[in-house]
T-cell receptor, first 114, second 114 residues
Framework: AQSVTQLDSQVPVFEEAPVELRCNYS??????LFWYVQYPNQGLQLLLK??????LVKGIDGFEAEFNKSQTSFHLRKPSVHISDTAEYFCAVSRTGGGNKLTFGTGTQLKVEL | ETGVTQSPTHLIKTRGQQVTLRCSSQSGHNTVSWYQQALGQGPQFIFQYYREEENGRGNFPPRFSGLQFPNYSSELNVNALELDDSALYLC?????????????FGPGTRLTVT
């Protein structure tokens, strides 16, 4: 079985400042890694994913994440945030060859302030 | 390209009743997954349907059941509703066998059980 830990339930940050949202996972098998964003009263939108290859993954809206196998982490970063980035962010994993069944973390609420 | 749609948007039911939620998958997608997202939590995998057969199930009791139709749309049925079933129910579609491993989420159905 897999599990995902997002230690920060809320992250406040000022506009144009950098941000990092932390994600650690546990799995006895190899996994794919994902970050999703959820705006109020909406479904989930994929920001980026790691399947294989380069450990630095670039996604939409200027987000990037780095896969660290030794630390079982997949932290999300953005060098300069905007008010519109205020949302809930979820890290998720799925077992390779496991048919896209996602295990999510509990989410991190990013609040961007002026 | 039509995205994933879900109906109804909101629903209020009484404890003990039964409910059916509906999902239309994105064009070209043959796999539908259902997730339950309780307030303040990450989505939890309920089950997945591929070619009208259940293709994996999470830790949910049998009163949660589903169907997939030949056009790949899907239903989630919940019998004997309990207060803890109050949640946002998300449907996600994907193309089994695709190398992208991406799931596309609908906006969800908000179920309130009183």
């Amino acid at each position: 079985a897999q599990s995902v830990t997002q230690l920060d339930s809320q992250v406040p940050v000022f506009e144009e400042a950098p941000v990092e949202l932390r994600c650690n996972y546990s799995s006895s098998v190899s996994v794919y890694l994902f970050w999703y964003v959820q705006y109020p009263n909406q479904g989930l939108q994929l920001l980026l994913k790691y399947l294989s290859g380069s450990t630095l993954v670039k996604g939409i809206d200027g987000f990037e994440a780095e896969f660290n196998k030794s630390q079982t982490s997949f932290h999300l970063r953005k060098p300069s945030v905007h008010i519109s980035d205020t949302a809930e962010y979820f890290c998720a994993v799925s077992r390779t060859g496991g048919g896209n069944k996602l295990t999510f973390g509990t989410g991190t609420q990013l609040k961007v302030e002026l | 390209e039509t995205g994933v749609t879900q109906s109804p948007t909101h629903l209020i039911k009484t404890r003990g009743q039964q409910v059916t939620l509906r999902c239309s998958s994105q064009s070209g997608h043959n796999t539908v997954s259902w997730y339950q997202q309780a307030l303040g939590q990450g989505p939890q995998f309920i089950f997945q349907y591929y070619r009208e057969e259940e293709n994996g199930r999470g830790n949910f009791p049998p009163r949660f059941s589903g169907l997939q139709f030949p056009n790949y749309s899907s239903e989630l049925n919940v019998n004997a509703l309990e207060l803890d079933d109050s949640a946002l129910y998300l449907c996600a579609s994907s193309a089994e066998g695709s190398s992208s491993y991406e799931q596309y989420f609908g906006p969800g159905t908000r179920l309130t059980v009183t």
